[in-house]
């Protein structure tokens, strides 16, 4: 069995050797979601990469009660992702977590892409979709390398030789268009037969290094053999037009052959995939719990309060605005005071969404009204229209709700006096 240790440590090898880091999902996504965003915000600024870029790569999603969020897509389901330093040559992995034997795979086919990016193999830099399928074949096939090579006896060797096929048919077997990326079953049925050739122990050996796996040389060689049986850019680009080619067409047959093989595969994987899935959902519930609590106005004591309130509500109505209506200019035409709203095409058919997205416009409108010639209120106003100061708006509610507190806990002693 490969440990959680190992793995960690093989990881961190990589990262040394490549100038990278690694963040985990299931460490970092915790309870105190602010934190944890702060972490991952913090980790990309080392890569030169803004609040507002990560918003637009939706890495981070602004929360309704001020700050920002780390965006969980997959990664309950062992997904991950390299991303590349703006400024520098450094990179960053970010990983769901180190439990499952496709957690492992994806963690090793990340480290393939470090490799890529460091020694700038199929010109990674130029970026296009030919490239795209060389690269994750690669890192595929450099993932399967290693998990191979790993294997501590011959029957978990056939075990990982089997689960590498059933993903690889059920790739080839699956029609959505992204996935022709990642077909690099042919790749590596001929990488299992370059080892069965050269016996298996003997290949650990050859790629070696003072009895550990010497992955810079893992790197190269599967690179030479996705070279030489990937498919050719002509060929890729008929296969992405549906059109045939002898070669593919050969994948499918077998692809088609094993499908019982393939869909075994992903029923155990979705399996594997359930206590995490259960545990995003509980961390979901207590956030969204949190965010119930936050949003709740402060006890109007004073003018200030009021304002306070005011603008927190304001601030919700536009994130509420940008991600379920996906409207962004809300804020911008209230100064303006202007009251017709863009629809967008995707909410154009949905009556339902769009007298909603009206209504919290209205609701807008009316609370800049009051409040508009109110001097504080001018000030948070300004505050709230960029994600950057957003917070400060909400990091004073905070403050005033700690203070009627601590007045009202005075209070308390001095009545039972
Ligand atoms: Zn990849």
Request: glycine share 4%; with cysteine; charged share 35%.
């Amino acid at each position: 069995m490969l440990s959680k240790d190992e793995v960690i440590e093989d990881l961190n090898d990589v990262c040394n050797q490549t100038k990278a880091r690694w963040l985990c999902y299931d460490d970092i996504h915790t309870i105190d979601f602010k934190k944890d965003a702060e972490l991952f915000i913090s980790e990309m600024a080392r890569l030169g990469y803004s609040k507002r870029d990560l918003l637009l790569l939706h890495k981070i999603e602004l929360s309704y009660t001020g700050g920002a969020e780390i965006v969980h897509e997959q990664e309950a389901c062992g997904s991950g992702y390299t991303i590349r330093s703006k400024k520098n040559k450094n990179q960053l992995v970010v990983l769901s977590g180190f439990e499952t034997d496709f957690d492992k795979y994806t963690i090793y086919h990340e480290c393939g892409h470090l490799y890529q990016f460091k020694y700038n193999m199929f010109n990674i830099n130029h970026q296009n979709e030919y490239n795209t399928y060389l690269v994750e074949t690669h890192a595929n096939t450099f993932a399967t390398m290693v998990m191979l090579l790993k294997a501590d006896n011959v029957l978990e060797y056939k075990k990982r030789k089997l689960y590498r096929m059933a993903n690889g048919v059920s790739f080839a077997n699956d029609e959505r268009k992204e996935l022709i990326y990642y077909v690099s079953l042919p790749i590596e049925l001929a990488l299992m037969r370059e080892i069965r050739k050269k016996g298996r122990l003997k290949t650990k050996e050859e790629f070696s290094k003072h009895g550990i796996l010497d992955y810079k040389k893992i790197a190269f060689y599967t690179a030479q053999l996705v070279k030489k049986h990937c498919f050719s850019q002509e060929e890729f680009e008929k296969i992405k037009n549906k059109e045939i080619t002898s070669k593919y067409e050969k994948l499918k047959r077998k692809a088609k052959a094993y499908r019982i093989l393939g869909e075994t595969y992903w029923n155990y994987i979705k399996s594997k995939c359930l206590r995490r899935i259960k545990r995003h959902n509980k961390i979901n519930q207590k956030r969204e719990h949190l965010v119930i609590e936050k949003i709740q106005p402060l006890p109007q004591t004073d003018k200030e309060t009021e304002i306070i309130n005011a603008a927190c509500l304001l601030d919700t109505y536009q994130i509420r605005m940008i991600y379920e209506y996906d409207i962004w200019e809300a804020i911008g035409k209230l100064k303006k005071a202007d009251e017709t709203l863009n629809i967008p095409d995707e909410i154009k058919s949905d009556s339902k969404k769009i007298n909603e997205a009206e209504e919290t416009f209205k609701k807008m409108h009316r609370i800049y009204q009051k409040h508009k010639d109110n001097k504080l209120f001018q000030e948070l106003f300004e505050k709230i229209e960029f994600i950057d100061t957003r917070d400060e708006v909400w990091q004073l509610k905070e403050k005033k709700a700690k203070e009627i507190e601590r007045q009202n806990f005075r209070f308390g002693l001095s009545n039972e006096r």
